[in-house]
């Protein structure tokens, strides 16, 4: 086989790796998702999530992509808008929430 003919199929075999991780991450990233949605967190990218102070608020929340903020384990460091602090964010189940817990963040959700 030629010098040229061996590149060929080196490049050829890389293609196909990479997109077989492209795809490999994009089905773990929708399956991962569809989980948190039969856990009970909500559906879509935007999750509640609330702070180690307490406080809760929507997160644009992918998983396995995290946009804004810095994965530790099964929890986010980003910033709270709510208590204007730096703190590690868990999503919140949305069972078991009251008309007053429901109210308070959708003020907060329309920007009030």
Known sequence: MSELANRVQVGWILVVFLLLVAILNIVFIFLSNKLMEWRGYGSGSCRIVQCSSGHRFPMMWVSG???????????????????????????????????????ELDKFSNGS
Do not use: Q
Request: aromatic share 6%.
């Open 65 to 103: 992509l995290p946009l804004t903020a810095v994965r530790v384990g099964v929890t986010r460091l980003v910033h709270c808008p709510v208590g204007n602090h730096w703190a590690l964010v868990r999503p919140v189940k949305s069972d078991g929430w009251t008309s007053a817990d429901r109210a």
